[in-house]
């Protein structure tokens, strides 16, 4: 039992990575009138119609879901800036581009509670998914030149959460096994634990497997 | 028959089955395994003394008797790992029963238990309601992050007139849609007697 | 001399004097959710949650005694919601990794001291219950010298049946500010790490100490940058 690594600890749901998204601020112009709200994770308001305001994306979507405002969408998701972005995803192999940490989180959000404040919605939703792709596709190829680094720490620039986390597993494991491989004797891992037993047990254990 | 190969069927056990699901506990081959660890330590002692009798150095010797007693000892520390992998894992599986279901185990899983996994499902669930009611805080509830207070459910399962924690009364007939306090219908939820609606 | 990284003490503080409760205890939530090991608890953060926690709720119901605007409380409500998970989530993951590894966080005095007075009752109680339940169903039943429930027998390690972390786990990480000469195997003195006392010594640094840009994103192993986590300074995601 010693050396059991548990991976579900350490990991995010889906739900959780929302959850962290959702205390992004993001604009919105009200339509009606409402008193500062002076809240736990801090203070918004006051709200005035046709005022723009900075809320995190729940109180956003929550006022929206009740019709009370709406919501201004970033302007990353521009579908121009969005088709740069793209551009520029698919012509780098290595580098990843700018965005939000959340940006995926964020913009399913949106497409969710508040589409018909998107302009261009469908054009912004198929650039977004092309983007998300391309950048997946990257972080699988670019798995290979970790092995270069053969190193216990690899540099993930502008990799977003939801990425983060999608790869976490997957590329903990693999940086697990570069490094094992490019020195065997220093991962200490259960099997190599064993290996640490004294002198006595340790020769019949070869003994034992021999026979 | 080989040293070690029933326990490792425990281990397999374990290893095979479906995460966080347990197995009928396996008394048999579980006392089989610990009636192998005293052959071989009474194996162990009879290789020892019979060392002793013959006048060698138990220490220091390296004949057939010394790697004989050897082999015991790796088997018995064998069985031993997989003896408390076994349990350990077990164990495991019901503490994390304790979050899911709260100190009532029901009856299909209390019938795979052995006498003190029950006691310890009870010991360990007490200790949680223990830290709980110290730290004044129940945990068992927001398991997953909120998202509004309120939530659209359909009921899947006809229920009748139903008293909520949050002391108001429902009726959940089947199929009928209601806007609930999310605390209110975790736990239907949960029963797969109702579902959220979203959108 | 100041390294890099005491320079941003000043921008620390005032960073800090603009973040809510909820955001601290947003960020502990994070890190201990993140870290393989059980951290510090954050008890005076805690205390002024819980304290805030309580006045939101007197306020909410208040509100909705008085017939306040519905929708002002249901969105206090959320507001409420949204801290009671991550309090809870975080009193939670801390019971969980105090379930999983409890006799090696028991043995070890550093890790003891980590816990909250209810978490230290908590672990007695678990330790206490499962050895109980090892010793009668599995142990007891053992010759004498293999009895034990934390080594195979009286001839192995002492501790070499405990469930520890893995502290070579790699997790995800970003700074605030520069930091320099992170040594990313053992310190040659094998500075004690809460784990296995004896996969030190012979390991030498595979390469040359690494550094950290701010504001990256890296997967680095946890023990080289465990006591940065420890002081604050790295963020895991």
Known sequence: MAGQSDPNVSIFSGEEVEFMAEDEMVEIVPNMRMEPLNMLCGDFGPFYPQMATQVPMWLAIALKKRGKCTIRPPEWMSVENLTQILEAERESQAAFQVLPFHYVEISSLLFDYASGDIPDLYMVRSLINDIRDARFLKVESSLESFEDARSSAVKVKNLSAMEVNVVRPFVGRALQSFYKHGSPDLVPNPEAMSARRPQATDNIQRLDSGR | ?199 | MASASDLGSTDDYEALMSMTDVELLKSAWRQEKAAPEILQFESRLIKRVREQIQLMEETVEEFTESGFDPLTVSLYQMDLDRTQFLLRSYLRIRLQKIEKYMFHIFATAELLTRLSKEEKWFIERCCVDLQTHLEKSVLSQLPYTYQSIFQQSVINDETDMVAKPQLDTFVVCKTKYYLGHIQLEDNADGEPDGSSPYDSGSQKPLEEPFEMEPNVLYFVRYKAVKKFVEEGKIDLY
């Open chain 2, 1 to 199: 028959m080989m040293y070690g190969t029933k326990a490792i069927q425990l281990v397999k056990e374990i290893a095979n089955g479906e995460k966080g699901q347990l197995t009928p506990f396996s008394s048999d081959v579980f006392s089989e395994v610990i009636a192998e660890c005293s052959q071989h330590f009474a194996d162990l002692r009879s290789l020892i003394r019979k060392m002793q009798e013959a006048g060698l150095d138990v220490e220091t010797t390296k004949d057939e008797d010394h790697y004989g007693q050897l082999i015991h000892h790796l088997s018995l520390v064998r069985n031993k790992r997989c003896l408390m992998a076994y349990m350990y894992n077990r164990a495991e599986i019901l503490r994390n029963l304790v979050w899911n279901v709260g100190s009532d185990i029901p009856e299909e899983i209390q019938e795979k238990l052995s006498h003190s996994e029950k006691e310890y499902f009870k010991k360990h669930s007490e200790a949680l309601k223990s830290y709980m009611s110290r730290v004044v805080l129940e945990l068992a509830v927001d398991m997953v992050p909120p998202k509004d207070p309120y939530i659209k459910v359909r009921v899947l399962d006809d229920m009748g007139e139903v008293e909520l924690p949050s002391d108001n009364t429902a009726n959940f007939a089947r199929h009928s849609m209601h806007f609930l306090k999310r605390t209110d219908a975790e736990k239907y939820i949960s029963l797969g007697k109702m579902e959220e609606l979203t959108g």
